[in-house]
């Protein structure tokens, strides 16, 4: 997945965009032009959230009108929407791996600034609702204190000027073409982390480019590292997902000696929005089975290029038989790696059965080991003993 060019730069602040970068600023964007187009009697397509990843707003208003054919302008669609999406900023999730940045580079004593396209008051106020970040950054600098946004980069050279430090000891971490052509054109290292997937090739400019925060080293750049990976394997905050399983592409068995007992990815759109894609580990409770160990991809297969977005758990245990239709649930509690594609099928089918082996090995560890006993598991299987 990371396009890895040489890394030139040790650098010492960091320059974070906000939008795209550090706020899911597109899930909340989606459901104020879900209910705005509902009130113009207008059905609402899913293919419209792609449309708006990483978009400015006045992109995606005069996409917007356009796709739907709208009796109105841009401008109005975006005066309609504004107040909209305002009241939403309290709702505005914080990406993947977001906060753990912020909080490591804080209590590291690198120095951080904040520089978005939109107004200061817009990006205060959408801080606000995260604890910490306000005071975490030395500098925080809107489009409205500059003369030309991104693109541009004066954005970012005041941004250093402002930290008083040179330019080349500035790091940018970016989610939009805008921004990351703006900070190489202010002679910074760029770090780029896509919005949209599969878009890695657009990116050839910025210095390296990562699915998401969570596959961020910073001591590549002469930064702290990050001390929270155990064995191969990153903590996090466990989701749960489950359903009953259906049939995927046929290929897990056949193709790769690996079945995946797929959950179905369209109940989960929104759970899944907030998570990256890549590949995750935990427990799976198996209706009238019992809890396996569980390592599994979420997201799009890049070696098989798959267009939709899936989810594949493969349970470390062998069954011996097919169990679809059965109720699966999943208590994900670890990442380990972003999907990557590989150069032949053997590497990728290596490569699985190595996530395989972390995954067994780390769910041994305390950290990960309690959440065998989460209730949301064990219900599955209560409630299916009652009906059989
Ligand atoms: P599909 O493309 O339909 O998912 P797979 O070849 O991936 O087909 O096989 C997945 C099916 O195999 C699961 O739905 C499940 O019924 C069965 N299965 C058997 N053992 C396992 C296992 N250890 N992990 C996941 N699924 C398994
Ligand atoms: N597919 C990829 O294209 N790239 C990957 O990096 C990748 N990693 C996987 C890791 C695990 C643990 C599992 C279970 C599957 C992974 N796959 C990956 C998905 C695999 O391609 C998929 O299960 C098959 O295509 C079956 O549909
Ligand atoms: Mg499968």
Same mark, same amino acid.
Request: net charge negative.
């Given at each position: 997945m990371?396009a &890895?060019?040489h890394f030139?730069?040790?650098?010492?602040?960091?320059?974070?965009?906000l939008?795209?970068t =550090?706020l899911? /600023?597109?899930?909340v964007?989606?459901?104020?032009?879900?209910v !705005?187009?509902?009130?113009?009697?207008?059905r609402?397509?899913?293919?419209?959230?792609?449309?708006?990843?990483g $978009? /400015?707003?006045?992109?995606?208003? &005069?996409a917007v009108?356009k796709? !739907?054919?709208?009796?109105? /302008?841009?401008e109005?669609?975006m005066?309609?929407?504004?107040p909209m999406?305002?009241?939403?900023?309290?709702? +505005?999730?914080?990406?993947?791996? @977001?906060?753990?940045?912020?909080?490591?580079?804080?209590?590291?004593?690198v120095?951080?600034?904040?520089?978005?396209n939109?107004?200061?008051?817009?990006?205060?106020?959408? +801080?606000?609702?995260?604890?910490?970040?306000?005071?975490?950054f030395?500098?925080?600098?809107?489009?409205?204190?500059?003369?030309?946004g991104k693109?541009?980069?004066e954005?970012? =050279?005041?941004? @250093?000027?402002?930290?008083?430090?040179d330019?080349?000891?500035?790091l940018?971490?970016?989610?939009?073409?805008?921004?990351? *052509?703006?900070?190489k054109?202010a002679?910074m290292?760029?770090? *780029?982390?896509p919005?949209?997937?599969?878009? *890695?090739g657009?990116?050839?400019? *910025?210095?390296?480019?990562i699915?998401?925060l969570?596959d961020?080293?910073?001591e590549?750049?002469?930064?702290p %590292? #990050?001390e929270d990976?155990i064995?191969?394997?990153?903590?996090?905050?466990?989701?749960y997902?489950g359903?009953?399983?259906i049939?995927?592409f046929?290929?897990?068995?056949?193709? =790769?000696?690996i079945p /995946?007992?797929?959950? %179905?990815?369209?109940?989960?759109?929104?759970?899944l929005?907030?998570?990256?894609?890549?590949?995750? !580990?935990?427990? @799976?409770? =198996?209706?009238?089975r019992?809890?396996?160990?569980?390592?599994?991809s979420?997201?799009?297969n890049?070696? !098989?290029?798959?267009?939709?977005? &899936?989810?594949? %758990?493969?349970?470390?245990?062998d069954?011996?038989?097919d169990?679809?239709g059965?109720e699966? $649930?999943? @208590?994900?509690?670890?990442?380990?790696? %972003?999907?990557?594609? #590989?150069?032949?099928?053997?590497s990728?089918?290596?490569?699985?059965?190595?996530?395989?082996? +972390?995954a067994?090995k780390?769910?041994?560890?305390?950290?990960?080991?309690?959440?065998?006993?989460?209730?949301?598991?064990k219900?599955?299987?209560?409630?299916?003993?009652?009906?059989?």
């Amino acid at each position: 997945m990371a396009a &890895t060019k040489h890394f030139p730069q040790m650098v010492s602040h960091v320059i974070l965009d906000l939008d795209g970068t =550090l706020l899911n /600023t597109d899930g909340v964007m989606n459901e104020v032009l879900k209910v !705005f187009l509902v009130k113009y009697g207008k059905r609402w397509d899913n293919k419209i959230s792609q449309k708006i990843i990483g $978009r /400015t707003p006045l992109e995606v208003a &005069t996409a917007v009108v356009k796709d !739907f054919s709208l009796s109105l /302008t841009t401008e109005e669609l975006m005066s309609a929407i504004s107040p909209m999406f305002s009241d939403q900023w309290c709702n +505005i999730k914080a990406l993947p791996g @977001a906060n753990r940045l912020i909080k490591h580079l804080r209590s590291n004593g690198v120095t951080m600034a904040l520089a978005s396209n939109s107004s200061k008051s817009c990006i205060e106020a959408k +801080i606000s609702f995260h604890q910490g970040w306000k005071e975490s950054f030395s500098v925080i600098i809107g489009g409205d204190e500059v003369t030309t946004g991104k693109p541009s980069p004066e954005i970012f =050279l005041e941004a @250093a000027k402002r930290m008083n430090v040179d330019i080349s000891n500035c790091l940018v971490i970016e989610d939009s073409l805008p921004g990351v *052509a703006a900070g190489k054109a202010a002679g910074m290292a760029v770090v *780029a982390v896509p919005s949209l997937p599969k878009q *890695a090739g657009l990116y050839s400019s *910025a210095d390296v480019v990562i699915n998401s925060l969570l596959d961020l080293h910073p001591e590549k750049w002469g930064l702290p %590292p #990050f001390e929270d990976w155990i064995e191969g394997t990153l903590p996090i905050e466990p989701w749960y997902i489950g359903g009953p399983v259906i049939k995927g592409f046929g290929r897990g068995s056949k193709v =790769l000696g690996i079945p /995946t007992a797929n959950l %179905p990815a369209e109940n989960f759109s929104t759970i899944l929005s907030e998570h990256t894609s890549g590949v995750y !580990f935990g427990w @799976a409770g =198996l209706s009238t089975r019992g809890i396996y160990k569980m390592v599994m991809s979420i997201g799009w297969n890049p070696y !098989f290029d798959n267009t939709e977005k &899936t989810i594949e %758990p493969w349970l470390l245990h062998d069954f011996g038989e097919d169990f679809y239709g059965e109720e699966l $649930r999943l @208590a994900i509690v670890g990442y380990i790696r %972003p999907e990557a594609n #590989f150069p032949s099928l053997e590497s990728l089918i290596a490569r699985i059965h190595e996530d395989g082996r +972390i995954a067994k090995k780390a769910l041994d560890l305390p950290i990960y080991a309690g959440s065998k006993d989460s209730p949301y598991l064990k219900n599955s299987m209560l409630r299916s003993n009652c009906h059989s």
